[in-house]
Antibody, heavy 120, light 107 residues
């Protein structure tokens, strides 16, 4: 079964930085688009960013554009999210998800998430 | 930007059919998918490309998409189906869009 394990979450002050990681296993990581999706406490799902299988195409939600950077290392089967200039509204559980980019784009496996709390 | 609208809540009696809608401009021209999420757990894909079920998803889950509305139908709803349900679509300009979520209550 596909495994996605996020790490790197924690408490950070407004304006601070954090780097999330997602370790993938039990599938050929380099064949898939990968995505970060977040969920604020008690709220719905919000797409954050996705990256193509080889890392050549990157997309961001307007809410994080210019502050967050997605990347991947296919040699390490790992996905990353560098988060800078963090704000209180970035507080959320951040999920790593495997993408199926066919005629559309959806997510067939999700990690358990890592909690990011932005507070002074 | 593209938006998807879901009702905040839907209630159904056990054994009955639950229908959860997702509305968006010309949504029928795109593919819709659905996820369910139980408290404290990660979302799980239940329908993709409008009507397809991933392996392991019960046959009582089905989907449709036409016009401006996609619908997730749960036939013979069980107590274990009580969860939050999210629709999602992909748009070339907005990219990934989620609906606001619908809380399904089985009572």
């Amino acid at each position: 079964q596909v495994q996605l394990v996020e790490s790197g979450g924690g408490l950070v002050k407004p304006g601070g930085s954090l780097r999330l990681s997602c370790a993938a296993s039990r599938f050929t990581f380099s064949d898939y688009y990968m995505t970060w999706i977040r969920q604020a406490p008690g709220k719905g799902l919000e797409w954050v960013s996705y990256i193509s299988s080889r890392g050549g195409s990157l997309y961001y939600a307007d809410s994080v554009k210019g502050r967050f950077t997605i990347s991947r290392d296919n040699t390490k089967n790992s996905l990353y999210l560098q988060m800078n200039s963090l704000r209180a509204e970035d507080t959320a559980v951040y999920y790593c998800a495997r993408g199926q980019y066919i005629s559309t784009y959806f997510f067939d496996f999700w990690g358990r998430g890592t909690l990011v709390t932005v507070s002074s | 930007s593209y938006e998807l609208t879901q009702p905040p809540s839907v209630s159904v009696s056990p054994g009955q059919t639950a229908r959860i809608t997702c509305s968006g401009d010309k949504l029928g021209d795109k593919y819709a998918c659905w996820y369910y999420q139980k408290p404290g757990q990660s979302p799980i894909l239940v329908i993709y490309e409008d009507t397809k079920r991933p392996s392991g998803i019960p046959e009582r889950f089905s989907g449709s998409n036409s016009g401006n509305t996609a619908t997730l139908t749960i036939s013979g709803t069980q107590a274990m189906d009580e969860a939050d349900y999210y629709c999602q679509a992909w748009d070339s300009s907005t990219h990934v869009v989620f609906g606001g979520g619908t809380k399904l209550t089985v009572l």
